[in-house]
């Protein structure tokens, strides 16, 4: 029979469990739309955006890494850490090539006009300490996660 802290832990775990499958399907699931958007309008305006910054515009084509393939390891559940890591490297990336000039810039409702990326990265930031979950292909501590 199991001793009372390990039925404690069962149930308070639950709850932490959920919390990280909702923060991986958010992250996720909007991350990967845009990496849709970017598979079905293609990325030449990242590609010049790469060339302006002196790399070979073939290092465009990582977008897809952050923006489709992490978003669905995220999604499953696997390889987690990693891959919220690609993502927060991908944030980076995004605000060095593109957002730099708003940085300290607030949206016109007041916001940062950079929120959207700042949720991105911290929410990629949060995962990649947390670990996927038990709700998760790897599992809550699976070799995979």
């Keep these: 029979?199991?001793?009372?802290?390990?039925?404690?832990?069962?149930?308070?775990?639950?709850?932490?469990?959920?919390?990280?499958?909702?923060?991986?399907?958010?992250?996720g699931l909007l991350l990967l739309l845009h990496g849709i958007a970017k598979l079905r309008g293609g990325i030449d305006g990242i590609?010049?955006?790469?060339?302006?910054a002196g790399l070979p515009p073939a290092v465009a084509y990582l977008v897809y890494v952050g923006e489709v393939v992490a978003p669905i390891l995220i999604?499953?559940?696997?390889?987690?850490r990693a891959a919220a890591v690609v993502v927060m490297?991908?944030?980076?990336?995004?605000v060095s090539?593109?957002?730099?000039?708003?940085?300290?810039?607030?949206?016109?409702?007041?916001?940062?006009?950079?929120?959207?990326?700042?949720?991105?990265?911290f929410s990629a930031l949060a995962l990649a300490l947390l670990g996927?979950?038990?709700?998760?292909?790897?599992?809550?501590n699976g070799r995979l996660n």
Excluded: C
């Excluded at 007041?110 to 959207?116: D, R």
């Design 75 to 80: 999604l499953l559940g696997l390889f987690t």
């Design 1 to 27: 029979m199991p001793s009372s802290s390990s039925v404690a832990y069962a149930t308070s775990s639950s709850p932490q469990d959920l919390g990280k499958l909702i923060l991986r399907l958010t992250l």
């Design 132 to 140: 996927a979950g038990r709700y998760s292909v790897g599992g809550a």
């Design 89 to 94: 490297v991908n944030m980076l990336v995004a």
């Design 97 to 121: 090539l593109a957002h730099m000039g708003q940085l300290a810039d607030l949206s016109k409702t007041g916001g940062w006009a950079l929120e959207l990326q700042g949720f991105y990265f």
């Design 47 to 52: 590609a010049g955006m790469v060339s302006q």
